[in-house]
């Protein structure tokens, strides 16, 4: 794994038309949505952001299968319906393979490392499942920061609900969407898409962690 504090890895297909999203300092920045399959026969669908300096565009059509290694970046955008911005998250792309055919296995996995933004969210289902929700912030260069939603399920939740803000933790999952509806009135729903890192392992940093990092 590379040596840095927010890593993801993910294979799978294009799904969506390769379309322009921005450009910084005259380096432009493209999108486009993968597919990625999850054991269960689900599917994530992924939104990822790659800079024109790093891909062949004749290359990017929907069905092609690829392999992407990159960091989970976030923003706020502006949404229209509900009049507020809301937080994305994108797969930040550092590299990418063109693929000759979908893995039977896709990649999708997260390392973390970062600082617990506010206090963990904990509850269960009518089931018994217990869940809590984090918010992690992962520092990038240029003192910025990027603004992680996890989720953690079990022991981990149980954890992660003893934690205070400030804490400074590692976790180990994959980056997954989620649908969801939102009720505007008694009329009108909407269908969104919630993208979170659900957690499968996470652990304090210690002093003696920082001491090895350093």
Known sequence: ?????????????ILSEFTF???IYGEGFWRFDVEVGRLSGQNDVLPVTISERIVEKEKMQPGQAVHI??????????????KKNKLILTVFARDITFLESVPAENPNDVFLDG??????IYRTTPFGREIADLLIAVNRSYNKSDYIPCIAWG???RYASKLQ??????????KQSRQYQKKLDDVTV???????VSIAK???VTDEDIQEDM
């Open 21 to 23: 999203s921005h450009e």
């Open 115 to 120: 600082y617990l933004c506010k206090p963990a």
């Open 202 to 204: 996470i652990e304090p």
């Open 190 to 196: 909407l269908e969104k898409t919630a993208y979170e």
């Open 155 to 157: 022991r981990n939740a």
């Open 165 to 174: 803000v400030g804490d400074r933790i590692r976790l180990w999952g994959r």
């Open 1 to 13: 794994m590379e040596n840095t504090n927010n890593f993801i890895e993910i294979g799978g297909r």
């Open 69 to 82: 290694t990159g960091q989970i970046r976030s923003y706020n955008s502006y949404v229209e319906a509900d």
